[in-house]
Nanobody, 123 residues
């Protein structure tokens, strides 16, 4: 059993900043890519940013220059620093991770999602 627990969402004024955190726990053998997605009301879930275990990053065009994704492999935690927030950034933000678990000699890759954290940016 593995899980992702997010924190750091909230209400902020336009132009402000927030930092989201997501910690993985459970029977983790290794974690490959970790990422942040978001879903606004009436819209599909979309990728915001992702980072591999080697530190390679990928950003949505809407996040480039404003958001920074990072991770602490020793803590199995990924962060999303969001600056210059806009009202259109309002959404539920979800953490996602590609986690390999091990039970005795059995390895299983799992695509795990967090429960989501609300980010609201007021104009």
């Amino acid at each position: 059993q593995v899980q992702l627990v997010e924190s750091g969402g909230g209400l902020v004024q336009a132009g402000g900043s927030l930092t989201l955190s997501c910690a993985a726990s459970g029977r983790i053998f290794s974690i490959n890519t970790m990422g942040w997605y978001r879903q606004a009301p009436g819209k599909q879930r979309e990728l915001v940013a992702s980072i591999t275990n080697g530190g390679s990053t990928n950003y949505a065009d809407s996040a480039k220059g404003r958001f920074t994704i990072s991770r602490d492999n020793s803590k199995n935690t990924v962060y999303l620093q969001m600056n210059s927030l806009k009202p259109e950034d309002t959404a539920v933000y979800y953490c996602n991770a590609d986690i390999r678990t091990r039970s005795v000699y059995v390895y299983v890759n799992r695509d795990v999602w967090g429960q989501g954290t609300q980010v609201t940016v007021s104009s």
